[in-house]
């Protein structure tokens, strides 16, 4: 069973740091395209940072965490984790994992063949 199952959510004041993880099951993290999206209350899904498991093996950002955000991965544990630091009143949300089971993303978007979703723990930022 293809599975993604995510922890570290949270609560911290602006500037703080917070990792997400994303243990990955019935599949290598290696394998296929996988990234982190996030969605804030009254706003549309967004691609946060992705890996690209296609020939370039690229990693993308989005514009607003370039700089803070780091995307990684442990394949010997099969899980991608996220790092975030300076974390900003602008980045609460819930936070996804996701992939598409495919090796075709050029950038980090919320592409429609994306069917398998982690459960999206919460990140909240608060003074």
């Known amino acids: 069973q293809v599975q993604l199952v995510e922890s570290g959510g949270g609560f911290v004041q602006p500037g703080g740091s917070l990792r997400l993880s994303c243990v990955s099951s019935g599949f290598r993290v290696d394998e296929y395209d996988i990234g982190w999206f996030r969605q804030a209350p009254g706003k549309e899904r967004e691609g946060v940072s992705c890996f690209s498991n296609n020939k370039d093996g690229n990693t993308y950002y989005a514009n607003s965490v370039k700089g803070r955000f780091t995307i990684s991965r442990d394949i010997a544990k099969n899980a991608v984790y996220l790092q975030m630091n300076r974390l900003a009143l602008e980045d609460p949300a819930v936070y996804y994992c996701?992939?598409?089971?495919?090796?075709?993303?050029?950038?980090?978007?919320?592409?429609?063949?994306?069917?398998?979703w982690g459960q999206g723990p919460l990140v909240n930022v608060s003074s």
């Open positions: 996701a992939t598409d089971l495919g090796q075709s993303w050029s950038d980090c978007q919320v592409y429609p063949d994306i069917e398998i």
